[in-house]
Nanobody, 119 residues
């Protein structure tokens, strides 16, 4: 069992940056595929980014490619999502995930952190 706690969300102006962190506990994430999903008001939850445990291969949704970067620091049992050039459409609750498919890990979920981008 892996517990995930996100942090780093908040209010930012369009064009700004935020870095989300996901601290894991319970087990080492070194053999877990990790990811980020988000859910905007009135919309379905959607995939944002993923990073595999085997070779740190990354994958991104088309909507964030080139602006967001996912990374992992196994020694700290933490995953990050660096978000640059934020847009109003990035406003959502962001969820950290672990385990399962390397491109869409979703076995374990955090409670989410709110990101609001003002235009």
């Amino acid at each position: 069992q892996v517990q995930l706690v996100e942090s780093g969300g908040g209010l930012v102006q369009a064009g700004g940056s935020l870095r989300l962190s996901c601290a894991a506990s319970g087990r080492s994430i070194s053999t877990y595929n990790m990811g980020w999903f988000r859910q905007a008001p009135g919309k379905e939850r959607e995939f944002v980014a993923a990073i595999s445990w085997r070779n740190s291969r990354t994958d991104y949704s088309d909507s964030v490619k080139g602006r967001f970067t996912i990374s992992r620091e196994n020694a700290k049992n933490t995953v990050y999502l660096q978000m640059n050039s934020l847009k109003s459409e990035d406003t959502a609750v962001y969820y950290c995930t672990a385990g399962g498919d390397p491109l869409r890990p979703r076995k374990y979920w955090g409670q989410g952190t709110q990101v609001t981008v003002s235009s």
